[in-house]
Structures are given as C-alpha cells and as structure tokens.
C-alpha cells in the first residue's frame, strides 16, 4: 500500500511546461512526413547581422531575396562548405524548405498539424509561409507549433518553411559564453568580435536533429508520465495521460509485451497497471535479457457535436527501480557499477547533426567495449539515442547544458530562470526513459562563488521536485578549471579564493558525488607517479565529508593516435595508457567500499574551438574521432568485461567478447 501511495505521489510532481513534448511516432491516427534532406541556406554576414529581419527575408523565397546555398539537415552547417567564415560564424544563419503537404491535412477540421524541430543550435525562430509560429531559446531540446490554420490559408502553393538560427551565446544562455568586441583599429579590422566560451568542445550549430511535421486528431494524447516499481514477481506501472482539445475523452490504456500480449489494462486517465510475472528492465551487461520493453498503447475517443476523434499512441516502457544508498546505486535493488563512457555528439562533416550510421557505429562501440553506462556530457542528446539505449540496456546520467558556467554574472536570476526552464524541458522529454537514471544539472560550474550557493539548491531542490524518482547530480572539477589555461577565467572571473568551497556547493544536495579529475595531466603534468596518492586523496576526503556513493565522472589523457614513447610522454598512446591503469588500481580500491563508477574521458576525440592546448580538437578519446581504437581502448575492453563477469551476469553469448 505504501508504495502505491508513493507512486501516486512522485505523479503529482507538475512540471510547470503546459504541454507535453511526446515522441512524434506513426499509429493508426498519427502520419509523419520527415523534412530531412536539403534545404537552401543563407548566412546574414551583415555588419549587424541583422539584415534578414530588417528585410523580412521569411517573407518571400529565401532565392528571392539573395544568393543561397544547399544545406543538410540534419546537421551542423560549420564543416560543410570550404569556408572559414561559415565554420566560424556568430550570428543568424536562415533555412528554408519548401514541403508539399497532403491535402487531407488541410482539408480535414479534424487533424492538427504540427511542425517540430528536434533541436536547432541555439536560438531559433519559425515562419510558416511568412508568418511567425514559433521561437525557441536552447539549442539541445525541441519544439514545436500548430501550424493547421496557416497551411489552411494558402492551399495551392506549397507550405514554406524559414528557420532562422542564432548560434551567439551570452552570459544568459545554457551554455554561457560572451561576445567580446575589439575595438583596437590597429590590431583589429572594424567591427571585429569574437565569441569567447568556457566549454571545450566547438560550438557547431545549425539544425541539428530531425524537422517534421506529423499530425495529430484534433483531441489528443498530449502526454503521458508513468512511474514503475516492483514488488516479487509484480511491477506496477503508475501512468498518467493528459488529454488536450477536448474536457472529456475515453480512454483505453493497454500495456503490451514483447510479443504483443496484453498483460493490464486499465480505462482510466490515471492509475496503475499491475504486471504479473513482470520482466524488469535491466541494463546491458547485468542480465541476460536486458533492455526489456512493455509497449503502453493510449487509445482516444471523443466526440463533438462536428465529428468523432479517435487517437493511438504507444509508449515503450521499462519497469525498473533506482535507488541511491550511502556507498551503492541499486537498479531492481542491486549494486549497480558504472563502467562506462563520456561521449559528445560530435562527428567529421555533421558536427553534431544527428546521424544513424554513426549512432549505430557507436552503439556497437560501446557494446564491444563492455560499457554499460554513458553521461550525455555536456548537453541532452537526441531522443532517438535515448530508445536505443532503453532496447540495449545502457544506462545513461542525463546532463543539461550547464556547462562553462563560469562567470559571475551567469548567476543571476535571468540565468537561473532559463536554467530551471531548460530542467523543465529536459526532464519533460525524458522522463519515461527507463535508461534515464539520473539528473546532472551542471558541469563543473564556478560553483566557489558566493551566488553559486543558492543557485544550485534552487536548481537542485527544484529538479528534485519534478522528478522524486530519479537521483541528482553536479558534476564537480576537483582539479578547478582555473588552472588548465582553458578557459580564459583568469579573465572574467573576479579573482576569489578557488579552493574546496565547490564541495559545499554540491554534496548537501546532490544525491551522488560526482567528480572529474585530471591528475598527472592538468595537474603535475607528466608525473605519473602522483596519480594513486592523489587520486586516493580525492576520494577519501569526499567520501569522508558526505558519505555519499562517487562517480568518477571524468579521468582521461589526450593521446595523439600513432604517437609513442617508452618511457611514456605526454600525448603519447602510451601515457594514455599508464593513466587509465593508474586510475583503475585505485578505482579497484575504492569500489568495494563506496565509488559506484568510472566513466572515461572521452569515448572519442572530438573537435573543439582553436587554442594552444588542442591540436584540432580534443584527443582524450580512447577512440579516434572516426572511431578507431587507440591502444587505450584495448585496456578498456579488458577491464570492463572483467568488471562485468564480476559484478553482473553475462548472456551466454558474451562469454567471447572478442568476436562480438
Ligand atoms: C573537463 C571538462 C571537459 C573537458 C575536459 C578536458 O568537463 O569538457 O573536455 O576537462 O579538458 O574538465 O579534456
């Protein structure tokens, strides 16, 4: 009964969004027409940048109005021309695509027509044949707007699609970064500036997830929350569906198994469905069946005094259960140990446009390398990574993009307003993933100054509230940034005291610790021997203070792919290798008693702004950034198949992990 009460409980959390952000999928009432492809291209290189607005270039064709170019979508637009001022642009870049729409989508009053963007870096505003629908601030989640009445207006022409983009990060934008104008005459040519930001990837921008349009009846499932838990051999699957366009419907909710038999149902808008014999879902590597899915299929009906609506859509569910003791992360209630990755979406050519051979590649990647687990640093990832971690079982920390959080200013209200927004938004969209098991609200903030403080526990206290089900965390630099000669601090943070005061910011809060540490490299650099005192060091004192479990979110060496030296050198496979070996001895200390992961950095090299400390990007991946193996890897593959034959159960077909 208890845990009946605490499932209806943690569904009353109400996000303060009004509506929900489901997945767009195909049913029996749903149709989808992906705008994938090409669309043609202009960037304002205006002295103001704002010359499309001042000509209204979404008024007509974007041909019409000045010269323009194909562009992929999805993808990044910076590597795709030859052009150094494309790559490096601050400022508006326009899209647009023309789409026949069917014409049973205009002529029926009962279908809604909705255009959604998956994600489009950073800020974005929508046209629809020349009108405005929609305007979007953050560049890693998406949105969408009903556009019926619009494509109704002008049915012979073909709907018109602009999409301005604006990728400028300010003090006020998730992550933060500054323009810096120089106004030097005799360093710099006239009106010369420059965007600074305090993250270490490139700042790739564009339209970077799939744009479709998909239609929906009139009244419709808007969203669905649902919660799970078990007890023996019963899940229970408490859910929650929110109807729009009409103040009744009825409601048929079905929850399926794999082999497409009904296991509970239910006519109600809210409860819980009982599973008996319940597959748990379970992550790869802990279970030989991992990755199991229900499917809750939503069906509408209602009526109005026009018309009849009838609505289908199938939720994938996992039934699972996270917990957060002093020294363990259980799933189903047992230890679970990240071994795992930090990846970036980020690729040759697409930067970080979404693209499925490359998804895919990955997978198989992490799956050869016995990793169970990834963090999405340092921003949400697209959805369709997110299924295919549900289907496989990797178990994924969800991180926002509060990155390079750095300068004071960043913690103002208006910055604490957009940052509660984005958690909104991120955990709207993410919530029903059972691969979700975890929050991470910020890497590696600033978090010694004085505002930081209260920041943080709002934005804590707050993700906390939407979601009582899944952990929280921050992700803490026990290095300090200051000292890697990236970013720039030095310049725009005021010079405060640096120290230990991050610890007092995150561990009252947070429910795992959890820390990134570049012993030997950013710190003592080339002394490997430092690694196993202070890495011990870290771990006692953190431990010590908050008895709270610790992930090793962040360890790693850049390692050029080809360079060697014995005795190892900086730079060298080498090196990379005596550092992960170090790292590991002390990890095999701790994690009997309270460190819950390891997660490397990074799965691959990846590129980053231009800078004295990285040679074409960051070269930290155990895989090069085309996705070959450094020697690196090979160390990897070993341990985490160790650690997996050792703290979980392994599928028969896993026993030769080689010939995976
Ligand atoms: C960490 C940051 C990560 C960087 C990494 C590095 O969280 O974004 O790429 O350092 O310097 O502190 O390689």
Request: proline share 6%; aromatic share 12%.
């Amino acid at each position: 009964m208890l845990r009946l009460l605490w499932l209806f409980a943690v569904l009353d959390a109400v996000l303060l969004l009004d509506t929900g952000m489901l997945f767009p999928r195909e049913s029996s009432s749903r149709e989808l027409k992906e705008l994938s492809g090409l669309w043609v291209f202009r960037a304002d290189k205006s002295p103001n940048r704002n010359q499309g607005f001042e000509r209204a270039w979404y008024k007509s064709r974007l041909g019409e109005t000045g010269p323009v170019i194909d562009m992929p979508v999805p993808a990044s637009y910076n590597d795709i021309t030859q052009d150094s001022t494309l790559r490096d642009f601050i400022g508006w870049v326009w899209y647009e695509r023309e789409v026949v729409v069917p014409a049973r989508w205009i002529t029926d009053e009962g279908t809604r027509v909705v255009l959604r963007v998956g994600s489009a870096h950073y800020y974005s505003v929508v046209w629809v044949n020349g009108e405005k629908v929609t305007e979007h601030a953050g560049g890693h989640l998406p949105f969408e707007a009903e556009i019926g009445s619009l494509i109704q207006k002008d049915r012979i022409h073909p709907c018109r699609i602009t999409i301005a983009v604006n990728n400028t990060l300010t003090l006020e934008t998730l992550p933060p970064g500054t323009i810096q104008h120089m106004n030097d005459p005799i360093k710099y040519p006239d009106g010369y500036f420059v965007q600074n930001t305090y993250f270490d990837f490139f700042n790739y921008a564009g339209i970077h997830r799939p744009v479709l349009l998909y239609t929906t009846p009139k009244v419709y499932v808007d969203d669905i929350t649902v919660v799970t838990d078990f007890l023996d051999n019963t899940g229970f699957v408490r859910y929650q569906v929110s109807v729009k366009g009409a103040a009744t419907a009825t409601l048929k909710v079905t929850l399926m198994d794999k082999d497409g038999h009904c296991v509970a149902s239910s006519n109600e808008a809210s409860g819980v469905l009982k599973v008996v014999d319940v597959k748990l879902w379970w992550p790869y590597l802990m279970h030989e069946n991992p990755g199991y899915l229900y499917s809750m299929e939503v069906h509408l009906m209602a009526a109005d005094e026009r018309s009849t609506y009838e609505d289908v859509y199938a939720l994938p569910v996992g039934i699972r259960t996270v917990k957060v003791t002093n020294t363990q992360f259980l799933i189903n209630n047992k230890p679970f140990y990240f071994h795992g990755v930090n990846k970036h979406e980020d690729s040759d050519i697409r930067g970080k446009g979404l693209d499925w051979p490359l998804i895919v590649k990955d997978f198989n990647l992490m799956k050869w390398l016995g990793a169970n687990s990834f963090r999405t640093s340092h921003y949400p990832y697209a959805e369709e990574i997110l299924q295919m971690c549900d289907r496989h079982g990797i178990v994924v920390i969800d991180e926002c993009p509060g990155v390079g959080i750095k300068d004071i200013r960043s913690f103002g209200n208006a910055s604490l307003a957009h940052h509660l927004d984005v958690m909104d938004e991120l955990v709207r969209r993410d919530k029903n993933h059972p691969s979700v098991v975890m929050w991470s609200v910020a890497n590696e903030p600033a978090a010694e100054m004085q505002p930081a403080a209260l920041y943080f526990k709002t934005l804590i206290t707050h993700t906390k509230a939407l979601d009582p089900t899944r952990p929280v965390t921050f992700i803490t630099d026990s290095n300090y940034a200051r000292d890697k000669g990236w970013p720039p601090v030095k310049q725009i943070v005021p010079d405060k005291q640096c120290g230990s005061s991050s610890q007092i910011v995150q561990a009252p809060y947070v429910d795992v610790v959890c820390v990134n540490s570049y012993f030997s490299w950013y710190h003592d650099p080339g002394h490997l021997e430092v690694i196993p005192i202070q890495l011990n060091a870290q771990f006692e004192n953190w431990y010590g203070k908050y008895q709270k479990p610790i992930i090793q979110s962040e360890y790693g060496a850049d390692a050029v792919p080809g360079l060697h030296s014995d005795p190892p050198m900086m730079f060298t496979e080498e090196y990379q290798n005596a550092v992960l070996r170090s790292y590991h001895d002390i990890f095999d200390q701790k994690r009997k008693q309270y460190v819950i992961g390891e997660l490397i950095w990074n799965f691959a090299d990846f590129m980053t702004a231009q800078g004295i400390t990285r040679v074409v990007g960051n070269k930290k991946g155990i895989f090069t950034r085309q996705r070959q193996p450094k020697a690196g890897a090979f160390i990897l593959k070993e341990r985490y198949w160790r650690l997996a034959n050792e703290t979980g159960k392994l599928p028969p077909w896993t026993k030769y992990p080689c010939s995976l």
